[in-house]
T-cell receptor, first 115, second 116 residues
Framework: KQEVTQIPAALSVPEGENLVLNCSFTDSAIYNLQWFRQDPGKGLTSLLLIQSSQREQTSGRLNASLDKSSGRSTLYIAASQPGDSATYLCAVRRSWSGGYQKVTFGTGTKLQVIP | NAGVTQTPKFRILKIGQSMTLQCTQDMNHNYMYWYRQDPGMGLKLIYYSVGAGITDKGEVPNGYNVSRTTTEDFPLRLELAAPSQTSVYFC???????????????FGEGSRLTVL
């Protein structure tokens, strides 16, 4: 059974800092890994998608890496801003082995960027 | 692009009432999902579907039913609503194995349900 862990559960940083959010998974047989942000009372916004064959993806100030062998992904946020304050979730889609490709979510890291 | 559309956005139900949450996607995705998210908690899978006519239970299916008669629509039915079903419900979709695409998971904006 795939287990996805995000540590820390909460993080508070001053504006301008570079920061790293972690996502660990127990089963390396993955199809892809996706990072989302969720603002309070809102839905999930997709940030980055990494295919199992890729090592990293970048979008603006965001960079996500994937190391399947160690079961880890990191989301790097450069020059953090108060607008980055949100909960960040990672989701792992299982590679196909017959039947349904389950998607497993981490419990999230709640980020607060202090002006 | 409409993506995944959920209705209603908000609803208050009395205990014992029934209702249907609607979900429609216009991306021709085979896979569709219903999740619930309780305050301060993670997402829990209620039901999923891998194509029209095929549905299966997730982690927390009790008190819910689904149907998938078309590729586009995946309604979630709540029968005999209970306070424990107070939650935010999210519908999501993604391509199936035989479809071309990145496998990105798309979410609707959510339906906030309160049962009193």
């Amino acid at each position: 059974k795939q287990e996805v862990t995000q540590i820390p559960a909460a993080l508070s940083v001053p504006e301008g800092e570079n920061l790293v959010l972690n996502c660990s998974f127990t089963d390396s047989a993955i199809y892809n890994l996706q990072w989302f942000r969720q603002d309070p009372g809102k839905g999930l916004t997709s940030l980055l998608l990494i295919q199992s064959s890729q090592r990293e993806q970048t979008s603006g100030r965001l960079n996500a890496s994937l190391d399947k062998s160690s079961g880890r992904s990191t989301l790097y946020i450069a020059a953090s801003q108060p607008g980055d304050s949100a909960t960040y979730l990672c989701a792992v889609r299982r590679s196909w082995s017959g039947g349904y490709q389950k998607v497993t979510f981490g419990t999230g890291t709640k980020l607060q960027v202090i002006p | 692009n409409a993506g995944v559309t959920q209705t209603p956005k908000f609803r208050i139900l009395k205990i014992g009432q029934s209702m249907t949450l609607q979900c429609t996607q216009d991306m021709n995705h085979n896979y569709m999902y219903w999740y619930r998210q309780d305050p301060g908690m993670g997402l829990k899978l209620i039901y999923y579907s891998v194509g029209a006519g095929i549905t299966d239970k997730g982690e927390v299916p009790n008190g819910y039913n689904v149907s998938r008669t078309t590729t586009e629509d995946f309604p979630l039915r709540l029968e005999l609503a209970a306070p424990s079903q107070t939650s935010v419900y999210f519908c999501a979709s993604t391509m199936g194995l035989t479809q071309v695409g990145t496998g990105e998971l798309f979410f609707g904006e959510g339906s906030r349900l309160t049962v009193l």
